[in-house]
DNA sequence: GTCTATATGCAGATAGAC
DNA sequence: GTCTATCTGCATATAGAC
């Protein structure tokens, strides 16, 4: 899975991430890397030969941080009910540390959707057998409507908007303060799971 | 509002229009813009003195496609509940027309947040008077739960999200069909609308 | 492996003819 | 107003010394 990385690639691909995930491909500059890695600007090319293998890189690990581990939580044996106050929890938690992840990879599968097949072929993701899984996990008479699909992309979207939306959302509704933005993300996690529970009624 | 174009100025908005929503600023070349136009690089700067200030004309125009609509619509007397339905279709028949206008608002704001103070004050946008109204025009007892802040990210969650992650999601859910996807968008506006009703149950 | 110095190419912007 | 030709600066990438 994960290449293992020298202590010198390993510098370059934390400070790579921190430059692409602010910037995007385009706006991100080999020089802010180098010198985010406290190295030079030709190290860069001798460990990773050009921008783009650098850039893809982190790409792929964001990715691998975005969708494994929803897969993981989905197929065990969890009753449904309880796998959305999991996942929930667990994108919250994740996007809370790396806020940037979300605007990023949008940006970037809209830049380049082909980019995508690469590194679900990489992960062996194969949602349509999940979906099939999680159709037969339904208890029918409990839950009166279900679409694997749109409960996905409901879920997502409840979650990742605040992230991906943040400086407009944080002046619109909340003054531009970042404490009270960051209030209203804690009293999200029970909002979505709520929500998301009452879609299925 | 709407300073008025000649007819130049107007084949150039129109070009850069085309090419920063699917590039992004950082992106966006000028050669490509002016060919898009089918005039000359130097007509660009003529009219519009730098890449920026062209930049900023086709931004402020797709934040005001975003948000006034919506301003509209929440302060006239229509019952709350119906706005819902107006406000749903209104969002993804937009969305549709122009799809890669989210993306492109998800990123710049991100890049350069500042941007949107002047967009805002230009508008006049009080989110905040509204707000008020809104909650006061609430039925208690028949909406059990209602904060305007989650309904608003609520709402446009379930709709930006399929919109901006559309390259992985057709790729995930529907074997990057394009119909598929389509119809699987049609489906959506009952079913946020469904959601969202449920929501202040 | 790591650096300095340099080559190469390209994008934004300007000069100036028509 | 519109064009061609050109300048300038900068970013990626390479050469080559240590």
Redesign the pocket.
């Known amino acids: 899975m994960n290449k293992e990385y020298?202590e010198?690639e390993l510098l370059i691909v934390n400070a790579a991430r921190k430059v692409f995930l602010n910037k995007g491909m385009d706006g991100?500059?080999?020089?802010e890397i180098a010198d985010e890695a406290g190295?030079?600007?030709?190290?860069l090319?001798?460990y990773f030969?050009?921008?783009?293998k650098l850039f893809d890189a982190v790409f792929q690990e964001a990715l691998e941080k975005f969708f494994p581990a929803i897969v993981e939580v989905l197929i065990n044996e969890t009753p449904f009910i309880d796998k959305i106050d999991i996942l929930v929890d667990m994108y919250f938690d994740r996007f809370k540390e790396n806020p940037h992840i979300v605007s990023f990879i949008i940006h970037e599968i809209n830049q380049n959707p082909e980019r995508i097949e690469n590194v679900m072929k990489e992960s062996g993701m194969r949602l349509d057998v999940i979906k099939q899984k999680i159709q037969e996990m339904i208890e029918v008479g409990k839950i009166s409507f279900f679409s694997f699909d749109h409960f996905m992309v409901n879920m997502l979207g409840l979650i990742i908007w605040p992230f991906a939306g943040r400086p407009l959302i944080q002046r619109m509704l909340f003054e531009n303060d970042p404490e009270k933005f960051d209030d209203f993300l804690e009293e999200r996690k029970t909002v979505v799971k709520r929500v998301l529970k009452k879609s299925l009624e």
Do not use: E
């Open positions: 020298t010198t991100a500059r080999m020089q190295i030079n600007k030709a190290l090319h001798y030969r050009n921008k783009q």
